[in-house]
């Protein structure tokens, strides 16, 4: 069984930074494009950023392309996504996903999901 173990999370002020990471353990990290989703409060969930298999691909949400950069470490069966530039409308609880197919992202539709970290940006 594949899990997804996010870490990184926490209360950034405007202007700050964070990297979250993505642990991938029970499968064959190389086999799954990657990506990021986040749902802020009362919303619903939104798509932020796929990676593909060797990382040589990256689709980017318009709301994060300049601020966000996503990269994955084959090795060690993780990916990471460093945040700049934070603003208050980033706040969510940002989950990772993987799906053998890198255009998954279109349909939101994922074989599997990690439990989501909260990332929180004040004002």
């Known amino acids: 069984q594949v899990q997804l173990v996010e870490s990184g999370g926490g209360l950034v002020q405007a202007g700050g930074s964070l990297r979250l990471s993505c642990a991938v353990s029970?499968?064959?990290?190389?086999?799954?494009?990657m990506a990021w989703f986040r749902q802020p409060p009362g919303k619903e969930r939104e798509f932020v950023v796929v990676?593909?298999?060797?990382?040589?691909?990256?689709t980017y949400a318009d709301s994060v392309k300049g601020r966000f950069t996503v990269s994955r470490d084959n090795a060690k069966n993780t990916m990471y996504l460093q945040m700049n530039s934070l603003r208050p409308e980033d706040t969510a609880v940002y989950l990772c996903?993987?799906?053998?197919?890198?255009?998954?992202?279109?349909?939101?539709?994922?074989?599997?999901w990690g439990q989501g970290t909260q990332v929180t940006v004040s004002s």
């Open positions: 029970g499968g064959t990290f190389t086999s799954y494009a």
């Open positions: 996903a993987a799906d053998r197919d890198y255009n998954a992202f279109r349909k939101k539709e994922y074989d599997y």
């Open positions: 990676i593909s298999r060797s990382g040589g691909a990256t």
